[in-house]
């Protein structure tokens, strides 16, 4: 049996610094829903015209409604251009069947 399944909806993503100089953490608030005690894998991109990715983490927040920030590092070698964060949250439901829920903050200045 399939059935469409959300174990997170995510609202509200703000970008809190919306201008950083390359090298210094971009911060995001996010207000989620999770439905699941699973933890989620963040797999991420940087985008302006190219995809810079953004190594995985692990992301443990706890079931139910809330809050977070969360600090996006950027690069020192990066230019100064306006770009994006691009994600989903993918979690591993069982061995058979992985969910990821995609998400995109609006877009931010390096400078």
């Known amino acids: 049996m399939t059935y469409p399944y959300q174990p997170v909806v995510f609202t509200n993503i703000t970008v809190l610094t919306p201008s950083v100089t390359a090298g210094e953490d971009v911060l995001i608030y996010w207000e989620y829903c999770k439905f699941t005690n699973a933890p989620s894998t963040i797999k991420g991109v940087v985008v302006d015209d190219y995809s810079l990715s953004i190594t995985e983490y692990q992301s443990s927040v ?50």
């Open 62 to 111: 706890p079931k139910g409604c809330g809050d977070a920030v969360t600090r996006l590092p950027t690069k020192k070698h990066m230019r100064g251009d306006t770009y994006y964060y691009r994600a989903k949250s993918c979690f591993e439901m069982n061995k058979l069947r992985t969910i990821c829920v995609p998400y995109r903050t609006s877009e931010f200045t390096l400078t």
